[in-house]
T-cell receptor, first 109, second 114 residues
Framework: RKEVEQDPGPFNVPEGATVAFNCTYS??????FFWYRQDCRKEPKLLMS???SGNEDGRFTAQLNRASQYISLLIRDSKLSDSATYLC??????????FGKGTKLSVKP | DTEVTQTPKHLVMGMTNKKSLKCEQH?????MYWYKQKAKKPPELMFV???????INESVPSRFSPECPNSSLLNLHLHALQPEDSALYLC?????????????FGSGTRLTVV
């Protein structure tokens, strides 16, 4: 079983739609989780950290369910500029990051 | 300065060449990382340096040789690479080797082996 699994998509949605990404992880001892965004031919950039209490940043909401080992990202009122690959990421024991395969989002006019 | 700077941005090399990728940060981060990313795949960890010492080598072939001359610099020496080594090579740094503490990626070196 891969350490971090997520649906690769692609998700093709119209502008203004709400879209949800899900991800599961295998290491119950892991302490830190993140969503990263990666644009084509660019480096990954931190979108937000994920906490059990849930956290929101504008149109983006992330949630961690430790009991189910499940992470989610909700994007409301999607914009054309949200088109990218969204990477579910788990922090490793040596400070390294363990990436899921990524979910590609395309927002269409 | 909140950046990780990687040079060169693009590199084309032959299978018999020797080249080096460079990475620099001045944020006082004590952990630095090399990741490799193939097209349409996620980044995969290659090496971790913590306080200038190699702490993780993810079974990377010896044709890739990392070097950490000081706490701000990280090099990746390349020798006798194969075409399948063509990829985006990403450097990152973090404070104290913690995933949730200031993790920053460079913009990468896009390597093509011919």
């Amino acid at each position: 079983r891969k350490e971090v699994e997520q649906d690769p998509g692609p998700f093709n949605v119209p502008e203004g739609a709400t879209v949800a990404f899900n991800c599961t992880y295998s290491n119950s001892a892991s302490q830190s989780f993140f969503w990263y965004r990666q644009d084509c031919r660019k480096e990954p950039k931190l979108l937000m950290s994920v906490y059990s209490s849930g956290n929101e940043d504008g149109r983006f909401t992330a949630q961690l369910n430790r009991a189910s080992q499940y992470i989610s990202l909700l994007i409301r009122d999607s914009k054309l500029s949200d088109s990218a690959t969204y990477l579910c990421v788990m922090g490793g024991s040596q400070g390294n990051l363990i990436f899921g395969k990524g979910t590609k989002l395309s927002v269409k006019p | 300065d909140t950046e990780v700077t990687q040079t060169p941005k693009h590199l084309v090399m032959g299978m018999t060449n020797k080249k080096s990728l460079k990475c620099e940060q001045h944020m006082g981060h004590r952990a630095m990382y090399w990741y490799k990313q193939k097209a349409k795949k996620p980044p995969e960890l290659m090496f971790v340096y913590s306080y200038e010492k190699l702490s993780i080598n993810e079974s990377v072939p010896s044709r890739f040789s990392p070097e950490c001359p000081n706490s701000s610099l990280l090099n990746l020496h390349l020798h006798a690479l194969q075409p399948e080594d063509s990829a985006l090579y990403l450097c990152a740094s973090s404070q104290e080797g913690r995933a949730n503490y200031g993790y920053t990626f460079g913009s990468g070196t896009r390597l093509t082996v011919v």
